[in-house]
């Protein structure tokens, strides 16, 4: 594997932290959950109002207490996963409301599309995990599509999938279904099995709702992903190293609360961190500062010793044309060389994740396959590799195709691509599709041919009467 | 397994020492050469080429059944001339004459082109590089050859092909082949300049040409 190159000095990341510290110590965070407050409390933290004003030797205490890497737990336990253990995870974007079609048509998400990206998520060779929220269902009823969607990840593959955080009950409900999928609580808590993405509220705050998400799974022992999404030049400074800063705070604050109420509770330092659109104010997430953001935020976590959460196949792009591609493959290439550890939206992801498309789903998830045999660097390990006697074989002038040693290793050393083109001009012009033409085939055959892994029928039944009966609590 | 069998597999593995090794075997036990190539060696070129077409074979395995073919056809020539003589030779899917022509030692792309064609069925005659016009006429007359395939990598030995096709044309042969060309540098309309039969950008699109020019 090659090396995880550093963007920032270590007078850099000390620059940040003791910034970050100060905040910390001197302006506070706001947590609007009362019993965030308390564990803050016990742990003589100054509590003023909501805000918490953190005390920085605290803190590096609580962020020592965070593991470096955990196992995520797969019902197939081939499908297992270790969090910060070198490789990039790989899995679809997520919360997006709407469906950007090939044509350009605009539509609402729904249902029927969560379970086709779970299903392209868990036919793929380069994602790693279904994800989560892989887009907002609207077609369902608001107060059971924590459950609906939890059910999809469980039923459409065996790979291993986010859970709800939209407060401390639903949260619950998702980690009740995991624990029936993987044989109880006590199960799940000594092998974390369900991840969820907690974030904050930039600049410098907590809502209830994410409040009560951290502590459920906090309690249950299951792993978050604590993310700050400061918009430089609107919901932060302008200046990147303020920003920067900024998330660095927030995200230190979300880890502490968690290691106060779990010591040693997995958990990932998140950063979605980019811009505002000076002209419109948007939302701008496919430039070169988001890129910075991820870098400098995989290496932070290098140096708190906890994985990171960043980049992806990020793009403010309206439709699967040139930028799309090029902005997605700056984010998603940063994050994967500089070490990030969770790579959220990975695939699909349009307009500042306002849009899934499955084109670019496909896409993306060649770029993955990409990235992965980049990150696989050259393999010098025997002789066999370094090739002498192959081309002493050869000789001047002569060629490699015929050789055995050829044979052998291409497949394994070549990075085979499933959509790009690398036909000829007139072998291309038969039909002449570009790679969303080409992307809009590929999905609709892998949905046609996928066989979602068999569930245990128990399980089901358990599944569906826990769902039943919380769906007559719930509407 | 049966000897044409294990022929076919030797092929599919594209393993030219065992290929030859077999090849020996059928003449030393006087088992029917035409037999041997129908029912063993060609069974292996198609299987290998299909697998090619639908993406699950890679150029090398390919090359080395083509190149496992050609050397087990070597050690079978002789029996097999016999077998013609007495009319009882095999059909193969045309004869190709193909080489890099004169001032050009540039043979990957050629290699590939012929590798390609023998797992399309054809029998190619790959008589090497930087050859004159007159070496391609020559193997061509002697083997019967139904296309003149001309290879070319470099701007500056294009005009070779051209001048192949005007030495065709002197000799008063032009009619008698099909002459098709390639080469990095070349294009559909250098082919049509030159006045060629025929013009492929890529191996693949060499082989559906010569099944075309041939139909």
Same mark, same amino acid.
């Given at each position: 594997?090659?090396?995880?190159?550093?963007?920032?000095?270590?007078?850099?990341?000390?620059?940040?932290?003791?910034?970050?510290?100060?905040?910390?110590?001197?302006?506070?965070?706001?947590?609007?959950?009362?019993?965030?407050?308390?564990?803050?409390?016990?742990?003589?933290?100054?509590?003023?109002?909501?805000?918490?004003?953190?005390?920085?030797?605290?803190?590096?205490?609580?962020?020592?207490?965070?593991?470096?890497?955990?196992?995520?737990?797969?019902?197939?336990?081939?499908?297992?996963?270790? =969090?910060?253990?070198?490789?990039?995870?790989?899995?679809?974007?997520?919360?997006?409301?709407?469906?950007?079609?090939?044509?350009?048509?605009?539509?609402?998400?729904?249902?029927?599309?969560?379970?086709?990206?779970?299903?392209?998520?868990?036919?793929?060779?380069?994602?790693?995990?279904?994800?989560?929220?892989?887009? *907002?269902?609207?077609?369902?009823?608001?107060?059971?599509?924590?459950?609906?969607?939890?059910?999809?990840?469980? @039923?459409?593959?065996?790979?291993?999938?986010?859970?709800?955080?939209?407060?401390?009950?639903?949260?619950?409900?998702?980690?009740?279904?995991?624990?029936?999928?993987?044989?109880?609580?006590?199960?799940?808590?000594?092998?974390?099995?369900?991840?969820?993405?907690?974030?904050?509220?930039?600049?410098?705050?907590?809502?209830?709702?994410?409040?009560?998400?951290?502590?459920?799974?906090? *309690?249950?022992?299951?792993?978050?992903?604590?993310?700050?999404?400061?918009?430089?030049?609107?919901?932060?400074?302008?200046?990147?190293?303020?920003?920067?800063?900024?998330?660095?705070? *927030?995200?230190?604050?979300?880890?502490?609360?968690?290691? =106060?109420?779990?010591?040693?509770?997995?958990?990932?330092?998140?950063?979605?961190?980019?811009?505002?659109?000076?002209?419109?104010?948007?939302?701008?997430?496919?430039?070169?500062?988001?890129?910075?953001?991820?870098?400098?935020?995989?290496?932070?976590?290098?140096?708190?010793?906890?994985? =990171?959460?960043?980049?992806?196949?990020?793009?403010?792009?309206?439709?699967?044309?040139?930028?799309?591609?090029?902005?997605?493959?700056?984010?998603?290439?940063?994050?994967?060389?500089?070490?990030?550890?969770?790579?959220?939206?990975?695939?699909?992801?349009?307009?500042?994740?306002?849009?899934?498309?499955?084109?670019?789903?496909?896409?993306?998830?060649?770029? =993955?396959?990409?990235?992965?045999?980049?990150?696989?660097?050259?393999?010098?390990?025997?002789?066999?590799?370094?090739?002498?006697?192959?081309?002493?074989?050869?000789?001047?002038?002569?060629?490699?195709?015929?050789?055995?040693? @050829?044979?052998?290793?291409?497949?394994?050393?070549?990075?085979?691509?499933?959509?790009?083109?690398?036909?000829?001009?007139?072998?291309?012009?038969?039909?002449?599709?570009?790679?969303?033409?080409?992307?809009?085939?590929?999905?609709?055959?892998?949905?046609?041919?996928?066989?979602?892994?068999?569930?245990?029928?128990?399980?089901?039944? *358990?599944?569906?009467?826990?769902?039943?009966?919380?769906?007559?609590?719930?509407? | 397994?049966?000897?044409?069998?294990?022929?076919?597999?030797?092929?599919?593995?594209?393993?030219?020492?065992?290929?030859?090794?077999?090849?020996?075997? +059928?003449?030393?036990?006087?088992?029917?050469? +035409?037999?041997?190539?129908?029912?063993?060696? %060609?069974?292996?070129?198609?299987?290998?080429?299909?697998?090619? %077409?639908?993406?699950?074979?890679?150029?090398?395995?390919?090359?080395?059944?083509?190149?496992?073919?050609?050397?087990?056809?070597?050690?079978?020539?002789?029996?097999?001339?016999?077998?013609?003589?007495?009319?009882?030779?095999?059909?193969?899917?045309?004869? &190709?004459?193909?080489?890099?022509?004169?001032?050009?030692?540039?043979? &990957?792309?050629?290699?590939? +082109?012929?590798?390609?064609? #023998?797992?399309?069925?054809?029998?190619?005659?790959?008589?090497? &590089?930087?050859?004159?016009?007159?070496?391609?006429?020559?193997?061509?007359?002697? +083997?019967?050859?139904? &296309?003149?395939?001309?290879?070319?990598?470099?701007?500056?030995?294009?005009?070779?092909?051209?001048?192949?096709?005007?030495?065709?044309?002197?000799?008063?042969?032009?009619?008698?082949?099909?002459?098709?060309?390639?080469?990095?540098? #070349?294009?559909?309309?250098?082919?049509?300049?030159?006045?060629?039969?025929?013009?492929?950008? #890529?191996?693949?699109?060499?082989?559906?040409?010569?099944?075309?020019?041939?139909?």
């Amino acid at each position: 594997m090659i090396q995880k190159y550093d963007i920032l000095t270590q007078d850099e990341i000390d620059k940040i932290h003791h910034n970050s510290m100060r905040i910390l110590r001197e302006i506070g965070v706001e947590f609007s959950y009362e019993p965030a407050l308390e564990v803050f409390r016990k742990n003589n933290q100054r509590v003023e109002g909501h805000r918490v004003y953190l005390d920085t030797e605290f803190v590096e205490n609580m962020i020592e207490k965070a593991p470096q890497s955990f196992t995520l737990h797969a019902r197939n336990p081939e499908n297992n996963l270790v =969090c910060g253990g070198g490789d990039a995870l790989y899995m679809p974007g997520y919360g997006a409301p709407f469906i950007y079609e090939a044509d350009g048509t605009k539509r609402d998400a729904t249902m029927a599309d969560y379970d086709n990206f779970v299903k392209l998520a868990g036919a793929s060779k380069h994602l790693h995990m279904t994800g989560g929220t892989v887009c *907002e269902p609207t077609d369902i009823n608001e107060n059971i599509r924590h459950m609906k969607m939890a059910y999809s990840h469980i @039923t459409n593959s065996d790979k291993v999938y986010m859970g709800s955080s939209s407060g401390y009950e639903y949260a619950m409900d998702a980690i009740e279904m995991t624990a029936i999928l993987h044989g109880g609580k006590d199960v799940i808590k000594e092998k974390p099995a369900l991840i969820c993405l907690i974030n904050s509220v930039t600049p410098l705050k907590y809502d209830d709702r994410m409040l009560g998400g951290l502590m459920a799974y906090a *309690e249950t022992g299951q792993a978050m992903v604590i993310a700050s999404l400061v918009m430089s030049g609107s919901t932060g400074p302008a200046t990147l190293a303020g920003a920067l800063s900024l998330q660095n705070a *927030e995200v230190l604050a979300g880890i502490t609360l968690a290691q =106060c109420i779990n010591p040693g509770t997995p958990v990932v330092y998140g950063s979605t961190s980019a811009i505002s659109d000076m002209g419109t104010g948007s939302l701008s997430i496919g430039n070169p500062e988001n890129a910075l953001f991820t870098s400098a935020s995989a290496q932070l976590s290098r140096f708190y010793g906890v994985p =990171c959460r960043g980049g992806g196949g990020l793009s403010d792009a309206k439709t699967v044309d040139a930028q799309a591609g090029y902005e997605s493959m700056m984010l998603l290439m940063a994050a994967t060389t500089t070490g990030v550890s969770f790579v959220l939206h990975s695939a699909g992801i349009l307009q500042y994740y306002m849009a899934m498309s499955y084109e670019k789903f496909i896409i993306d998830e060649e770029m =993955c396959g990409m990235l992965k045999r980049y990150m696989a660097g050259f393999d010098m390990s025997d002789d066999e590799k370094m090739a002498f006697d192959v081309i002493e074989k050869v000789g001047p002038g002569g060629h490699f195709l015929t050789q055995k040693h @050829t044979r052998k290793n291409f497949k394994t050393e070549h990075f085979r691509p499933a959509l790009s083109d690398r036909q000829s001009y007139d072998g291309w012009a038969k039909e002449s599709l570009t790679a969303c033409q080409r992307a809009n085939a590929k999905w609709k055959s892998v949905l046609e041919n996928y066989q979602a892994p068999a569930l245990d029928e128990a399980v089901n039944k *358990e599944l569906l009467a826990y769902m039943e009966k919380r769906t007559k609590e719930l509407i | 397994m049966s000897i044409f069998d294990e022929l076919k597999e030797a092929i599919i593995e594209g393993d030219e020492d065992v290929v030859v090794e077999l090849a020996e075997k +059928v003449i030393e036990d006087q088992v029917d050469p +035409v037999a041997a190539v129908q029912n063993g060696l %060609i069974k292996g070129i198609e299987e290998v080429g299909k697998a090619w %077409i639908d993406g699950e074979a890679f150029l090398p395995d390919v090359m080395m059944a083509a190149d496992a073919m050609s050397a087990g056809m070597k050690v079978l020539e002789p029996e097999l001339a016999k077998a013609q003589a007495s009319g009882e030779g095999y059909e193969d899917k045309g004869k &190709i004459v193909l080489g890099t022509v004169a001032g050009d030692i540039h043979d &990957i792309g050629k290699n590939i +082109v012929g590798a390609l064609l #023998t797992a399309a069925g054809f029998k190619v005659y790959d008589i090497g &590089i930087d050859l004159q016009a007159e070496d391609f006429l020559n193997k061509a007359k002697e +083997v019967d050859a139904k &296309i003149i395939a001309a290879s070319a990598l470099l701007t500056t030995t294009m005009k070779s092909q051209k001048e192949l096709i005007e030495f065709l044309v002197e000799q008063g042969v032009r009619d008698q082949y099909k002459v098709i060309i390639g080469g990095g540098p #070349t294009s559909l309309k250098w082919g049509e300049d030159i006045g060629a039969d025929g013009w492929a950008e #890529t191996a693949d699109e060499a082989v559906e040409l010569c099944q075309k020019l041939l139909a």
